[in-house]
């Protein structure tokens, strides 16, 4: 039998407690980025007789009081969170609470109860949550089949962010523009909204050995090598002109010291023979020819 009294308890209050949610209206989930402010809001879809409303921060261990209000003394908030928290609007019918600064320690659930006369406290719950957005992040690659730009736009969060990717061109096919320019905004819930813009090169028409080659560079690559061409036949004839020059300057200077040589042996032979000469006449006697043979020397001598 005791069992039975303990089930029947229990569904009781399941009913009474479903029925008191029923009458307060409020947030089930509400988002907030770090640093910012967020608002926790409950009110009663019934005209009932309040006295007090409560609200609650939920811990495993129980629920700590943050902040109270009555008609008779107003708001008071707990002490050490006057500078975090405080209500909104108050009414005995709706309150809000706000906490700024939203910090990791504030996610968790809350309460608000409403104390009523005489059927007590209807308790609403409404949980706090942070929202994180990492990102935009844009990647561009290249595809060859088919050949065109392939613009990634990504991002990272909670709950998941909504990713838009733009093109700022009304038609969507790159081969029209030498560039494009390709948008990326990403949002989650109350975080404020983040863009980012990237500039995507023209495509490029692929040859038949599977290069890429920029539309209109087959005219400016032979133009480039004409120019190289010309450029090389130039520097080729002016390093032959010099050469020839050189060797010219070279085979005449090698002409002149020969010739120069050839008149040294030739009046070198002359001047011995003019000196066998003289020796042969001075042991013969012929005395008179000295001056003449001398006169041939000198002569001799001075045209080097």
Known sequence: MFPRVI????????????????????????????GDQASLSC??????????ITWQKVHPVGEKNLATYTKKFGSRVSSGLEEKMDFQYESLQS????????????????????????????????CLKLCELHGPFIDVSRSNSPPGSV?????????????????????????????????????????????????????????????????????IIVGLSVVATLLFVVCVSALISLLLR??????????????????????FNQLINICM?????YHTGRKKMHWIIWRKIIFIVIPL
């Open 246 to 267: 050189k060797w010219a300057e070279k085979r005449y200077f090698c002409y002149t010291i020969s010739g120069r040589l050839h008149h040294f042996s030739k009046c």
């Open 277 to 281: 000469m003289k020796i042969s006449l």
């Open 95 to 126: 309150c809000s609470m706000v906490i700024r600064k939203v910090t990791e320690q504030d996610e968790g659930c809350y309460r608000c109860l409403f104390n009523t006369y005489p059927k007590g406290a209807l308790i609403g719950w409404t």
């Open 7 to 34: 089930t029947s308890c229990f569904l009781i209050t399941t009913i009474l407690q479903t029925g008191q949610f029923a009458l307060i209206e409020t947030k089930e989930t509400v988002w907030a980025a770090v």
């Open 151 to 219: 613009v990634t736009c990504s991002a990272t969060g909670r709950p998941v962010p909504m990713v838009t990717l733009t093109v700022l061109h009304q038609n969507l096919s790159f081969s029209h523009y030498n560039t494009s320019r390709v948008g990326c905004s990403v949002s989650v819930q109350t975080a404020a909204l983040r863009e980012l813009l990237v500039i995507v090169p023209g495509l490029t028409e692929t040859s038949g050995d599977g290069l890429d080659v920029e539309p209109g560079s087959s005219s």
């Open 43 to 52: 009110r009663l879809t019934e005209d009932k007789d309040v006295l007090q």
